[in-house]
């Protein structure tokens, strides 16, 4: 493992037993972040975003089988001692108990589906801290009302007494942070954090979040469709589809310098108020069903430009810089010169302009 690096996935394979059959939904992922670094999974839905992460946190349905692989985990227990964890190989009920949320935690998409209706905000954000802290009850009220100050909520104090019903919807989100937070994980998983919430609060709680991971050191993963939020938040960005991450490297590699057809198609379907076009764009087609595993490279059919060569052998990851790598024949030596449409070069163009112009 990379001395560097709290979390390290290698060769990631999952299949899920359905009525219709088994479906290979993750085929081969590897994926890395390094201490306080933050992390972003993008792609459609469907590409294998949440499942990676679920697999280590144990989150899996039921009818999930591991084929193979590893996620590797750097524990830094309390009396400052390293562990290498494979998080693949714990026991789930140790799992839950000692790894997640005392050290991963996670903030999910709708927080009324991680709120318990019937209990107060004080008491599920103290319920942590008293099992995995070993906290007096008068000293997890203390740090629980601490948190809620953390996050922005108002009169935390007299919050500690709501119901999640009596709370806005950044509210919610704001608490299910809080909860994330309360036991000091080392990394935080974000699965579409903002994707309820309307724009103006979607950004006070992206900009919370990367205040908070300042303050503790997170190492933060988050898993968008949203390829703005990524633009906010990422320092590296690993784009998956159909179960593979076809092209992974630092933010401004993957925004200003895109090598994948898969990665040009989801820049030129980000809204644009310059645009020549008089609509938005969309890419073509929709994503294989992995009931059949494809041949070749499953992003081929909806891909323009598909060479012969893509129907006949799945393209490998080739390098292009120290941090970027595409899984496309496309920068193969003897492959033909072909270059990003050009209305989404200008656009990258113009948006690099605007970042520096910012800065």
Known sequence: MNEKAILEIH?????????????????????????????????????????????????????ATVNGGEVLYRCVE??????????????????????????????????????????????????????????????ARARAVELLELVGIPEAEKRMKNYPHQLSGG??????????????????ICDEPTTALDVTIQARILELIKDIQKKMGLSVI??????????????????????????????????????????????????????DDERLYSIPGSPPSLLREPVGDAFAPRNAIAMRVDELGEPPLFQISETHYAATWLLHPYAPKVEMPAELKARLQRARKEAERVQ
């Not at 992390?39 to 989150?59: N, Q, W, Y």
């Open 11 to 63: 060769d990631l394979d999952i299949s899920f037993r359905t009525n219709a059959g088994v479906i290979h939904a993750i085929r081969g992922v590897n994926l890395d972040l390094q201490k306080g670094e933050t992390v972003a999974i993008v792609g459609e839905s469907g590409s294998g975003k949440s499942v990676t992460m679920k697999a280590a946190t144990g989150l899996l349905d039921a009818n």
């Open 78 to 139: 309390s009396d400052g001692s390293e562990r290498i964890v494979d998080l693949l190989k714990l026991p789930k009920k140790e799992l839950r108990s000692s790894i997640n949320g005392r050290h991963i935690a996670m903030v999910f998409q709708d927080p009324m589906t991680s709120l318990d209706p019937t209990m107060t905000i004080g008491r599920q954000i103290m319920e942590g801290m008293l099992m995995h802290l070993r906290l007096s009850k008068a000293e």
């Open 171 to 188: 509210m919610r989100q704001r608490v299910v942070i809080a909860i994330a937070l309360s036991s000091d994980p080392d990394i935080l």
């Open 222 to 275: 988050y898993i968008t469709h949203d390829l703005g939020v990524v633009a906010k938040v990422a320092d590296y960005v690993n784009v998956m589809y159909a179960g593979k991450i076809v092209e992974v490297g630092n933010v401004n590699e993957i925004f200003y310098d895109p090598r994948h057809p898969y990665t040009w198609g989801l820049l030129s379907a980000m809204p644009d108020l310059e645009t």
